[in-house]
């Protein structure tokens, strides 16, 4: 069965660091999408693509980087890992037109 | 401006109530989409339904209902009947015009927590 995968599942990481959050789909959809999810924010788009080369900021990208080399993947990339990135980190994908977004299984990643 | 608020933080009912969530939301925008998704303790986002801004029919699906009255900008979300596998957090969201036919590329409520105790 298609699917959207994220890795890893959890990750502890030190202030100052890099940190890459990994998305895979099999559904080869052309549009994916990073969203980070905090207590009384919802989901908040931080990035997203709509295929391979392509990358767009969404509302909260600052200190955030994504790449798309191919059409499975967009990786997800802090470049100096902040206390205020602490959250639950969720990729997702769709077809396009008019179409719902499947979502991954989350990231829940801590800056210390 | 683009917003989605759900201004029940938290509800909780016993079992086989009838629970109402409830979904404003803003935009100028006369086309765009309306989503809801449920996300169950382990963690996902399920997708529940998705509604255009053109259709203001209801819609059932089982024990699930949903209301989009335009006129007063709500989506709102009913369970009849309600079951403690219903407990999830569920989230409305709005996917604007500029970007509604790419899809997945949502602005999202805060949620509403569902408790259904038995």
């Known amino acids: 069965d298609a699917e959207i995968t994220q890795s890893p599942r959890h990750k502890i990481t030190e202030t100052g660091r890099q940190v890459t959050l990994a998305c895979h789909q099999t559904w080869n959809h052309n549009n994916m999408f990073w969203y980070r999810q905090d207590l009384g924010h919802g989901l908040r788009l931080i990035h997203y693509s709509y295929g391979v080369h392509d990358t767009n900021k969404g509302e909260v990208s600052d200190g955030y980087s994504v790449s798309r080399s191919n059409t499975e993947d967009l990786p997800l990339t802090l470049e100096s890992a902040a206390s205020s990135q602490t959250s639950v980190y969720f990729c997702a994908s769709s077809l396009g037109r008019n179409t719902e977004a499947f979502f991954g299984q989350g990231t829940r990643l801590t800056v210390v | 401006a683009q917003k989605v608020t759900q201004a029940q933080t938290e509800i909780s009912v016993v079992e086989k109530e009838d629970v109402t969530l409830d979904c404003v939301y803003e935009?100028?925008?006369?086309?765009?989409?309306l989503f809801w998704y449920k996300q169950p303790p382990s963690g996902e986002l399920v997708f529940l339904i998705r509604?255009?801004?053109?259709?203001?029919q209801n819609e059932i699906s089982g024990r699930y209902s949903w209301n989009f009255q335009k006129s007063t900008s709500s989506f709102n979300f009913t369970i009849t009947a309600s079951q403690v596998v219903d407990s999830a957090v569920y989230f409305c969201?709005?996917?604007?015009?500029?970007?509604?036919?790419?899809?997945?590329?949502?602005?999202f409520g805060q949620g509403t927590e569902l408790s259904v105790k038995p």
């Open positions: 509604r255009n801004s053109f259709d203001e």
């Open positions: 969201a709005l996917s604007p015009r500029l970007s509604y036919n790419q899809g997945g590329k949502l602005i």
């Open positions: 935009t100028r925008d006369t086309t765009y989409y």
